[in-house]
């Protein structure tokens, strides 16, 4: 199946810094990648819904000047947070669209830590 | 955009078959169903995907009834290693499709 890669897999910072996530689709163009979130224990959260080469759709709840996403071409989109704190600890996936029906590929998710 | 209900857990023994089913009455005409798997810290992984009647693959079936309103996740003979979250999701073939995901069922397989 198609791969999507994500860099870093996981990440240490210390809070106020920023930290940028990058989702990768290895072989196939995605004109849509999706962001989500995932508590310890929970499901995935959809945060934002990306287009290539234009502003990506925040779901109600998430802070678009918090999470900035950027999709410049069709096989990336990154996704840093700002000023990140503890409370932004979590898991970070990025899905990709591939071009059979509505199929999402995942990528393998990106650990965030905030000290 | 339709919403999805599944069981919030289910256990089951080696070798046994699993069948997990998801509840989706507000399906549209044009929406496709899909199974994602997902083990702890990694991303879900498409499993199976299906319009209706029956689709198998290499690890699983799916069960799609004629009124569509529900499906029905199956896996043959599972193993340990098939514990994991299981996800069902719905959205249309043009993309419309709502990504977002519900609760997932925890199965829990044991020797």
């Known amino acids: 199946g198609a791969v999507v890669s994500q860099h870093p897999s996981w990440v240490i910072c210390k809070s106020g810094t920023s930290v940028k996530i990058e989702c990768r689709s290895l072989d196939f163009q995605a004109t849509t990648m999706f962001w989500y979130r995932q508590f310890p224990k929970q499901s995935l959260m959809l945060m934002a819904t990306?287009?290539?080469?234009?502003?990506?759709?925040?779901e109600q709840g998430v802070e678009k000047d918090k999470f900035l996403i950027n999709h410049a071409s069709l096989t990336l989109s990154t996704l840093t947070v700002t000023s990140a704190h503890p409370e932004d600890s979590s898991f970070y996936i990025c899905?990709?669209?591939?071009?059979?029906?509505?199929?999402?590929?995942f990528g393998p998710g990106t650990r965030l830590t905030v000290t | 955009l339709a919403k999805t209900t599944q069981p919030i857990s289910m256990d089951s023994y080696e070798g046994q078959e699993v069948n997990i089913t998801c509840s989706h009455n507000n399906i549209a005409t044009n929406d496709y169903i899909t199974w994602y798997q997902q083990f702890p810290s990694q991303g879900p992984r498409f499993i199976i995907q299906?319009?209706?009647t029956k689709v198998t693959n290499e690890v699983a079936s799916l069960f799609i009834p004629a009124d569509r309103k529900s499906s029905t996740l199956s896996l043959p003979r599972v193993s340990l290693s098939d514990t994991a979250v299981y996800y069902c999701l719905v959205g249309d073939e043009a993309g419309n499709n709502d990504m977002r995901f519900g609760a997932g069922t925890r199965l829990t397989v044991k020797p």
């Open positions: 299906g319009y209706k």
């Open positions: 899905s990709a669209r591939g071009v059979v029906r509505n199929e999402q590929y």
């Open positions: 990306s287009n290539e080469g234009s502003k990506a759709t925040y």
